[in-house]
Structures are given as C-alpha cells and as structure tokens.
C-alpha cells in the first residue's frame, strides 16, 4: 500500500503552522510533563502524524526565551547533558491566557471553515456542490471538536466509533464513484 500522506516530506519542510502555535504546544505539553527539546519535538511530531516535525533551531531558541522571561525552569534529570523542562506558576497563568484564546480560536472555525472549506476543483456555487461543501465543513467543525480530547487519550471509544463511521462513509464514496468509472 503506497504511503497515506504522499506529500508528508514536502509538509515537513513548509512552514505552514500558524504564528504562535509552536508556542502553544510547548507550554501545552510541558503543563502535563516536564520534557526535553528533543522530546517535545518528537511528540509534535507524533501528534502530527509525521506532517511537522519542528525544528531544533525553531524549538531550543522558543525554549530559551519562555526560560528567560520566567515561563520555564530548568529540571534535574538523572541524565547527564540533557536539559527538561516544566512550567513556572507564572508559565501556568501564561499558558492559560493562550488556551483560552485557542478555544475562541476553535468557536470561531465554524465561520471561517463555509467560505474557505472544500477541494479547489469544486465550483461552491453550483446546486449539490453547496450541500457537499456544507457536509464537508460540519465534518470537519465535528472532527476539531473531538482532536483535543482523542489526542489526549480521553475519548479512546469515540477514537473507534469516529474510524467505523469514516470507514463507511469512505466505502459508499468509494462505490459511488466506482459507479462512475473512478477507479482508487
């Protein structure tokens, strides 16, 4: 089977993360754990399904400057030359202004997502293409609903019962357009 995301290298390489984002995630991670530079890239990286993968000249400098301004402290490990970090109160009260902006972020995708959401090749101006595009956005507003908590390992049943109904729905789409001589 070929590779499911076939432009994971050209993703990896694009600066395509919004400004700011970079530092959510650090803050966010390191309010559950005290990580490393290197873990912390890793777990983007996991979480990003191998699309971003941020890197060390992107990262140590983020980390130095959240130490500077007194967001992050330094931890011992019982690794020698390996430098953990955790958050500060004063990184904790940070982290939760960047949050909560995040949510309104979140609130707000449902407007942004109609007039910019859908395949470039679709005229969204013509009759079904509309309800497809509709289908396509409330799909995609449910699936940002849920990536929080299916990230954190909340929602492990839901994680299943999203997957079945994909599956399915990829399946008559995929009968639907072998009806139309569209082969996979």
Same mark, same amino acid.
């Given at each position: 089977?070929?590779?499911?995301? $076939?432009? =994971?290298?050209?993703?990896?390489?694009t600066?395509?993360?919004? =400004?700011?984002l970079?530092?959510y995630?650090v803050?966010e991670?390191?309010? =559950?754990? $005290?990580?490393?530079?290197?873990?912390?890239m890793e777990?983007?990286?996991?979480?990003?399904?191998?699309?971003?993968?941020?890197?060390?000249?992107?990262?140590y400098?983020?980390l130095?400057?959240? /130490?500077?301004?007194?967001?992050i #402290?330094?931890? $011992? *490990?019982?690794e020698g030359?390996?430098?953990?970090?955790?958050? *500060?109160? &004063?990184?904790?009260?940070?982290?939760? !202004?960047?949050?909560?902006? &995040?949510?309104e972020?979140?609130?707000k995708l &449902?407007f942004?997502? $109609?007039p910019?959401?859908g395949?470039?090749?679709?005229?969204?101006?013509?009759?079904?293409i509309?309800?497809l595009? !509709?289908?396509?956005?409330?799909l995609?507003?449910?699936?940002?609903?849920? &990536?929080?908590?299916?990230?954190?390992g #909340?929602? !492990? /049943?839901?994680?299943?019962?999203?997957?079945?109904?994909?599956?399915?729905?990829?399946?008559e789409? !995929?009968?639907?357009a072998?009806?139309?001589?569209?082969e996979?």
């Amino acid at each position: 089977m070929g590779d499911l995301h $076939p432009f =994971k290298h050209w993703m990896r390489h694009t600066a395509f993360a919004p =400004k700011g984002l970079l530092r959510y995630y650090v803050l966010e991670l390191l309010s =559950k754990k $005290p990580m490393s530079g290197s873990e912390i890239m890793e777990e983007i990286e996991r979480r990003s399904g191998g699309c971003w993968r941020p890197s060390p000249g992107s990262i140590y400098p983020l980390l130095a400057w959240l /130490q500077d301004e007194g967001y992050i #402290q330094e931890v $011992p *490990t019982k690794e020698g030359g390996r430098r953990c970090y955790s958050l *500060t109160d &004063k990184g904790r009260v940070f982290f939760e !202004e960047h949050r909560r902006i &995040k949510e309104e972020f979140d609130k707000k995708l &449902k407007f942004f997502a $109609p007039p910019f959401f859908g395949p470039p090749w679709l005229d969204l101006r013509a009759g079904k293409i509309v309800e497809l595009r !509709e289908a396509m956005r409330r799909l995609a507003v449910a699936l940002w609903g849920l &990536k929080d908590k299916l990230e954190e390992g #909340q929602l !492990e /049943q839901a994680l299943g019962e999203v997957a079945d109904v994909l599956n399915r729905a990829a399946q008559e789409i !995929e009968a639907v357009a072998k009806r139309f001589g569209v082969e996979k």
